[in-house]
């Protein structure tokens, strides 16, 4: 009723923004999908400064967190306590392939250091076909699904959730590098790991602190984004792919320039297929990461290397 | 100078080859040896990449895709004789390895690795979009088989006679090539790019004719894999084959001509003779490729000699074993 009513009053604004009301929506599929490309995108960042190993298994650490938070909310069905505990597990899971697969090699020439990775992407991806299956699974909305209206677009309260705690995180994370001595001397690390040994910092310890960090910042991404798609065990090897483009876009190794990467990405795709086609969809982030390795390889944000 | 050396594997590869021809009962045993026959062509491309240059390509199922489309699309739809079409697929994935390698390969480190990822994942949803060209997910059907002189190579044992002598021509090609002077440039870069640049190596340039030419093995891989299965669909050119190339160069050793033979066979056999693979074919893939890489770095064949070795040592003492 109350529509009715203001419809005559705000025709004219209405009218001029009518051939935007698509754009809008886009945008806010965007700036979701960003969100979550820019939280995987940090998560090879960090790995990238404290290693320079680009950590291909990233975009599994999502899948993990989005299936083990579904399978513990089953278990018990509490939204915090399957965030919580879906990101310890991934946390977990990324300390371990850190201790198990890439410390003990010896010979750590990138080629071999990335067969890895890959390797560990894979082999996480069969765990989860094994444990899951291929069955998708959902995990229901963090509050409610009552869609919202923003001018003439709608937009879901999980939208708002995955943007909202997506920049909680970022903060979290740049206050973190900031204002922690832990922090700090991961910093050290990735400016100069034999002075960072010299002051006494334990490099190999905070190596596989940043592979626990970014698999739960994977995690964290993946819990937020699930209940908008669906728990796949293959979901992950887009996502990180996606999500490295990102990184890569923004500049490896920078926060700003992996949430900027990750957020461009996101609206750039959702634009794409609004306006192109959806079929290319996917095709988006690769085109901008061939660019960008063309044109600028070190980023938009990178100036060092 | 070095023909007596060179002259025996290659005798028994032939002897080989003529000897599993003749053993050979039926025509499931020919099509599973033709596909490790064009296997062994990408992975000796692969290996020449990844073995001699240090550097790796995550889209090689990409090159592989454009030589079989190219290839496919050129005799299914417009009828262009399959010879024809060979070399056009080889130029389009000649054309491509080079406009992807020229900006990555100036730069050191992992471009090239992230450039073909991006490059083969767009290949891969081309494939699958393009509908009008290529057929979409249900595939390109009517590939012509290939014909010598009127005689046409439309079984798989008649084509088999075609891809194991290109086989052996491509194997003592590229052994040739890595004692040649480019061969020898790639072991330096490999070894380390700033000395092998202060030696007058030109480092870009010879990754990328090293890149280009493991793009064309696979171009070729391409269009015999088109003409010898008469059907091609965009699932065979997927990420994860391109994993799959790279696990069979680790598993046949990096840097060995003859491993590269070995790792496609294994890697190729192995799903066919255990069920449980299939089933578990991804996690399979991964945990050889990881076990391999970690425990085995020189390849399986090359790894478990040296742990022999090594065991020999431990046991009678006697000069270390190095190699």
Known sequence: ?305 | MNLRRLANPWILFALGVALVRAMAANDYYFTLLNIIGINTLLVVGLNLLMGYAGQISLGHAAFFGLGAYTTGILTATYGVNPWLALPAGLVVAGVAAFLVGVPALKLRGYYLAMATLGFGIIVYIILNQAQEWTGGPSGLSGIPPLAVAGFPLDRPDRVFLLIWPILGVILLLSANLVNSRLGRALRALHDSEPAAQSLGVNTSRAKLLIFIWSALYAALAGSLYAHTLNFIAPVSFSFMFSIKLVTMVVVGGMASIWGSLLGAAVLTILPELLTVFHDFEIIIFGAILMGVIIFLPRGLVRGLLDLWEFRRYKKEGGPFPVS
């Open chain 1, 1 to 305: 009723m109350q529509g009715e009513d203001r419809k005559p009053k705000n025709r004219k604004q209405i009218k001029g923004l009518e051939h935007l009301a698509p754009l809008l929506q886009y945008l806010i599929s965007g700036l979701t999908n960003g969100a979550i490309y820019a939280l995987i995108a940090l998560g090879f960042g960090i790995i990238y400064n404290s290693t320079t190993i680009i950590n291909f298994a990233q975009g599994e650490m999502v899948m993990l967190g989005a299936m083990c938070a579904i399978s513990l909310f089953h278990f018990y069905p509490s939204l915090p306590l399957a965030f919580l505990g879906g990101v310890a597990a991934v946390t977990l899971a990324g300390l371990l392939f850190e201790r198990l697969a890439l410390r003990p090699v010896r010979d750590q020439s990138p080629i071999v250091l990335i067969i890895i990775t890959v390797g560990g992407a894979v082999f996480f991806e069969g765990l989860a076909m094994m444990i899951w299956g291929k069955e998708a699974y959902s995990l229901p909305p963090f509050t409610g699904n009552a869609p919202l209206r923003l001018f003439s677009a709608t937009l879901l309260p999980q939208n708002l959730w995955v943007i909202g705690l997506g920049a909680l995180l970022v903060l979290l994370l740049e206050a973190f590098f900031r204002f922690t001595l832990v922090g700090k001397a991961m910093r050290a690390c990735s400016y100069n790991r034999q002075a960072a040994r010299l002051v006494g910092i334990p490099v190999s310890r905070m190596v596989q602190l940043s592979f626990g960090l970014a698999a739960a910042l994977g995690a964290a991404g993946g819990i937020l984004v699930a209940p908008l798609t669906l728990g796949v065990y293959d979901m992950g090897a887009m996502l990180g792919l996606k999500g490295f483009s990102a990184a890569i876009l923004g500049g490896l190794g920078s926060i700003v320039g992996g949430v900027l990467g990750g957020l461009i990405i996101g609206v750039a795709e959702a634009l794409a297929s609004g306006l192109i086609s959806s079929g290319y969809r996917d095709a988006v982030a690769f085109l901008i990461l061939l660019v960008v390795l063309f044109l600028r390889p070190q980023g938009l944000m990178g100036g060092r290397r």
